[in-house]
């Protein structure tokens, strides 16, 4: 073979070898490319609805990416109470019970206060007017009359001052001052002592009153018959009888001053 034949098949085979070898690189970079794009092609959907949903949904998908943050997502759900919450509410009711009683403890401790003052407040007064009564230094047996009358006829001559008192003696006819249960104040003005007593019979332990001819057991006044003179009639003296085994409270006077 000529040696011009033979340079040309040369070159002939060299630009086969070369075109191959440009062939074989166009088809892998076209393969690649057919791999890049195969999973979208193969996942497009196979009818029309399908289609309209595979796009609304990512529409939808698409705008709540766009859409901005508010801040971070909150449940819907509303809680649900558990073990926690139950004991939480139970804590709560116990507290507001033990307030409840603290306060009623507290208002049962101000009520016996006030209540102990009062009754303090009440025998602090008892006494002034015990006193009231008392203080005047007459202490007088009367002749030895009961404790709880001789009580009666000092107090009373702290209120009405400047009487003679008579007590234990003999009297004609039935008469409760042989027993010493009975006083005499002597006096020709005796409405005032009269009827002081009678107002606080009760207090005084008194049974009945005689003074200027008439006689008061408590029901009122009722006239009495003559006897014959002043004394017997009891026109100078106010007659005082008393109940056996009385306890006077003596600080009833107090009203009579």
């Known amino acids: 073979?000529?040696?011009g034949a033979v340079r040309g098949a040369s070159r002939h085979r060299s630009n086969g070898r070369s075109a191959v070898r440009?062939?074989?690189?166009?088809a892998g970079l076209t393969g690649s490319a057919l791999a890049l794009v195969g999973p979208a092609v193969i996942a497009?959907?196979?009818?029309?609805?399908?289609?309209?949903t595979t796009?609304?949904?990512?529409?939808?998908g698409a705008a709540l990416a766009d859409a901005p943050s508010a801040g971070p997502a909150r449940s819907a759900v509303a809680p649900v109470s558990g073990p926690s919450t139950g004991a939480a509410s139970a804590d709560l009711i116990k507290a507001t019970?033990?307030?409840?009683?603290?306060?009623?403890?507290?208002?049962?401790?101000?009520?016996?206060?006030?209540?102990?003052?009062?009754?303090?407040?009440?025998?602090?007064?008892?006494q002034e007017r015990t006193a009231s009564v008392t203080d005047c230094g007459a202490s007088s047996s009367y002749g030895g009359v009961a404790d709880s009358v001789q009580e009666v006829g000092n107090a009373m001559e702290c209120v009405f001052p400047g009487h003679d008192v008579l007590g234990v003696g003999s009297r004609g006819g039935q008469s409760d001052h042989p027993g010493g249960y009975a006083l005499d104040f002597?006096?020709?003005?005796?409405?005032?002592?009269?009827?002081?007593?009678?107002?606080?019979?009760?207090?005084?332990?008194?049974?009945?009153?005689?003074?200027?001819?008439?006689?008061?057991?408590?029901?009122?006044w009722e006239?009495?018959?003559d006897r014959g003179g002043a004394t017997a009639n009891h026109e100078d003296h106010v007659h005082i009888s008393?109940?056996?085994?009385?306890?006077?409270?003596?600080?009833a006077l107090r009203s009579c001053g």
Request: glycine fraction near 8%; hydrophobic fraction near 40%; proline fraction near 3%.
């Open 223 to 225: 006239g009495m018959e």
């Open 1 to 3: 073979m000529p040696e």
């Open 55 to 60: 796009l609304e949904l990512s529409a939808q």
């Open 242 to 251: 008393f109940e056996r085994g009385g306890s006077p409270d003596v600080s």
């Open 22 to 26: 440009h062939g074989a690189v166009a």
């Open 44 to 52: 497009l959907p196979d009818t029309a609805d399908e289609a309209a």
């Open 97 to 126: 019970e033990r307030d409840r009683a603290a306060d009623a403890a507290v208002a049962r401790q101000a009520q016996a206060r006030a209540a102990e003052q009062q009754r303090a407040q009440q025998a602090a007064a008892e």
């Open 186 to 220: 002597m006096t020709t003005d005796g409405d005032a002592i009269a009827d002081c007593v009678i107002d606080n019979k009760g207090d005084l332990g008194v049974e009945y009153v005689i003074w200027n001819q008439r006689i008061n057991t408590g029901s009122g």
